[in-house]
């Protein structure tokens, strides 16, 4: 069996698409253009190059992006400040603080301090909340475009049993809370999961959200199942002609192994990655809606 590829990279332009048009009759119908504050504290490389394509993008679907980029020694009143400005700004309709903070700040303390209805990364603890007792909330980005994609390959999830390796509170614990939602049967294992192996072995689906580069070997997954990865693990790749050294990105899967056996897959990168923007967009589109009293996207969210 060879794996049919979960293309993110196409689907995630997909989805943007539909934010975009979602957006052009929300100005052409109510008058309204969701707008969405991202907050950088410091001069974290990999946090700027991630801020500058989150702000191309939201411009993109023609929504209003605002950008604040505050120094390194910030202090944690100053950040409470911005914050609680953009909470009374009725133009914006999302709020996200880029992770991770610098190290004086209490990044619990500013993440519970945004409005939970413009907590776009869906990380504020009245949004944990209300996902894991089934109501309504802010989803986080990288769990819904898991189950956006999971959707459009399945249809219904409903009955079929599903593992995610991974516990954390980002990525982890929402993602086992939306399949189980979709009435999936669900398992979270984790490092002190006892046979690992025979565990993934039972899944229908499996979610790889761990962070250790391709842990999960093909002989750990069921015939036709789909795996989700979710890891960007970044590691070495031998030497150039000239000696400099040389990189690859893989995930938490052993791709080739993994893709003989699946039925589905998502590859690394061009999977997971870059739902994770589309699906901040989809959420800052629902909580204008949501903020307006208007029918929320169909398909965008969970």
């Not at 089934?134 to 980005?141: A, D, I, L, T």
Request: glycine share 10%.
């Amino acid at each position: 069996m060879t794996a049919t590829v979960i293309d993110g990279k196409a689907f995630a332009a997909k989805v943007r698409g539909q934010v975009g048009e979602h957006v052009a009759r929300l100005k052409e119908v109510n008058g309204i253009t969701p707008g969405l504050a991202v907050v950088l504290v410091g001069e974290d490389p990999a946090s700027q190059v991630y801020v500058r394509s989150k702000g191309k993008m939201t411009v993109e679907v023609g929504m209003n992006s605002y950008e604040h980029k505050l120094d390194v020694d910030t202090t944690e009143e100053a950040l409470l400040k911005v914050i609680a400005d953009l909470n009374a700004d009725p133009a914006v309709h999302g709020i996200l603080v880029q992770l991770p903070l610098p190290d004086h700040l209490d990044s619990d303390l500013v993440i519970n301090s945004i409005d939970p209805a413009k907590d776009v990364d869906g990380f504020h603890i009245s949004n944990v909340g209300l996902l894991g007792t089934g109501q309504k909330s802010m989803v986080p980005c990288t769990p819904l475009g898991c189950l956006m994609m999971l959707r459009e390959h399945h249809g219904s999830l409903s009955g079929l049993n599903a593992v995610v390796i991974g516990r954390s509170n980002i990525v982890g614990k929402p993602m086992a809370q939306l399949l189980l939602n979709d009435s999936c049967t669900v398992t979270i294992a984790h490092s002190r999961t006892k046979d690992l192996a025979g565990t993934v072995k039972q899944a229908d689906i499996v979610v790889a959200a761990v962070g250790r580069p391709e842990m999960v070997p093909g002989d750990w997954i069921k015939e036709g199942a789909t795996v989700i990865d979710v890891g960007i693990n970044r590691i070495d790749a031998g030497l150039t002609d000239d000696g400099t050294p040389k990189t690859r990105l893989v995930g938490d899967a052993d791709y080739e192994s993994c893709a003989a056996v699946a039925g589905a897959i998502t590859p690394v990168p061009g999977g997971v990655g870059p739902m994770t923007i589309a699906c901040l967009l989809a959420n800052t589109v629902t909580a204008c809606c949501r903020a307006n009293g208007l029918a929320e996207p169909e398909g965008l969210t969970a």
